[in-house]
């Protein structure tokens, strides 16, 4: 009878650090990609609810939302509180921060955005944060580019509140109220241009993230 050669412990042992290895290099990646088509989801739902709230505003004010959004943002925030359903609501105060808004959010990446904490804002039944910035009653508001004076003022959706990345093209989003409806960041206009920074590579290590609304809408 022959004998049979069975592997020795080392060998044993470097396969398994072989395989951790590779373990400790996919893993993340792949999990990070379960997480993103999770965002990516959420942040449709999302924009699924706010569109219908601001159809329906839209309605009640004769088709647009000129003269429709109030005087200041804390106006424009309790409008769309009639269609939405919400469980909490915090004023321009820097206390949203926790409560209403994360603390601390990222541009995607990873540099620091402008502070939009202070706005107004409202914490969803879904458990998503978003803050409402008015710009104008008469949405002639020409501050965003390629939308002219459109603009009645933009309303930003973290899709999973306080919970981490909480960042922007992740899981932050960025909407204009304009006079004729919502446009996700990245939205073209009627000649095709597209508005503000574009999309900024979304997704792209040295993208912003905030043109990531628009992009991940067009790719569901």
């Known amino acids: 009878m022959k ?3 069975g592997f020795t412990l080392a060998e044993i042992l470097i396969a398994l650090a072989v395989v951790g290895i590779a373990a400790a290099i996919t893993v993340p990646v792949l999990m990070q990609n379960v997480n993103d088509n999770q965002y990516k989801s959420a942040w449709r739902n999302e924009w699924a609810i706010l569109n219908q709230a601001a159809l329906s505003l839209m309605m009640d004010n004769g088709g647009s939302f000129v003269n ?5 943002s804390n106006t424009m925030r309790d409008k769309f509180l009639t269609k939405l359903s919400f469980a909490k609501v915090c004023n321009n105060t820097a206390a949203n921060a926790g409560n209403c808004w994360a603390p601390t959010t990222y541009n995607y990446d990873g540099t620091t955005p402008v502070s939009a904490e202070t706005r107004a804002s409202a914490v969803l039944s879904n458990g998503s944060f978003a803050i409402f910035d008015w710009a104008s009653a008469t949405c002639a508001d020409g501050s965003i580019t390629n939308w002219g004076t459109a603009n009645c003022g933009s309303i930003y959706a973290d899709i999973n509140g306080n919970a981490l990345p909480n960042k922007y093209g992740r899981d932050i989003f960025i909407v204009h109220v304009l006079s004729d409806g919502l446009k996700a960041y990245g939205s073209t206009n009627a000649t095709g241009a597209i ?5 900024n590579g979304c997704p792209g290590a040295t ?3 905030y043109g990531c609304s628009m992009t991940y809408l067009s790719a569901s």
């Open 3 to 5: 004998n049979k050669k």
């Open 195 to 199: 508005d503000a920074t574009n999309n």
């Open 207 to 209: 993208s912003l993230g």
């Open 68 to 72: 429709g959004m109030g005087t200041d």
